[in-house]
């Protein structure tokens, strides 16, 4: 009897000791498991940092795409709106020397033929002009301006003049619709 007392203590300390190293297994597969989980998570933190990134990256360049859309609409725009501006200053001097040339006194017949037929080309340039938007800046008795007026000289106010106001024009200004193409060059009252 004693010695089957012995024996089942013996079974006993065998199956405990399994018990105790089935423990110490559990508790060492804890720990690597709330080590991969901890390391898991950190993997899908940086995942959402990166995803964050890209977010804010992507809105940033979707932005940077609306506003460069934006601006190159304004810049057609405003290219329609003054288009024809080079080509308008280049033909000024042209309707200058008309000008110059209708204020030439003519007695005979074939000077007043020739001064119509310039009329004529004076009138179909202004025409063309006007029909695109080019108009002469209204200057003689208007008040003085300097976005509109170039002043190239003063002279003192006289009978019934009032101070800074255009009393000649020496040169006609024009503009395209809201833009000055040149100035109209002054005489201006003081």
């Given at each position: 009897m004693a010695e089957e007392k012995k024996k089942d203590q013996q079974e006993a300390a065998a199956q405990q000791k399994p018990e105790k190293d089935s423990k110490s297994d559990q508790a060492k597969h804890h720990g690597q498991c709330h080590h991969r989980c901890e390391k898991l998570q950190k993997e899908i933190d940086d995942l959402k940092a990166q995803l964050a990134d890209k977010d804010d990256k992507y809105l940033r360049a979707e932005a940077e795409i609306q506003n460069m859309t934006n601006r190159f609409k304004k810049e057609r725009a405003q290219i329609l709106k003054y288009d024809?501006?080079?080509?308008?200053?280049?033909?000024?001097?042209?309707?200058?020397?008309?000008?110059?040339?209708?204020?030439?006194?003519?007695?005979?017949?074939?000077?007043?033929?020739?001064?119509?037929?310039?009329?004529?080309?004076?009138?179909?340039?202004?025409?063309?002009?006007?029909?695109?938007?080019?108009?002469?800046?209204?200057?003689?008795?208007?008040?003085?301006?300097?976005?509109?007026?170039?002043?190239?000289?003063?002279?003192?106010?006289?009978?019934d003049q009032k101070p800074e106001t255009v009393v000649k024009v020496l040169q006609a200004g024009y503009q395209l619709k809201d833009r000055v193409l040149r100035p109209a060059m002054v005489v201006v009252a003081q």
């Open positions: 024809g501006q080079d080509l308008a200053k280049s033909v000024l001097p042209v309707l200058d020397n008309l000008k110059r040339a209708l204020n030439i006194e003519v007695t005979d017949e074939n000077g007043q033929q020739l001064k119509k037929g310039i009329q004529m080309v004076h009138d179909h340039l202004i025409k063309a002009l006007t029909d695109h938007g080019i108009t002469e800046i209204p200057a003689e008795g208007e008040t003085f301006d300097p976005t509109l007026h170039q002043a190239v000289q003063t002279v003192p106010v006289q009978d």
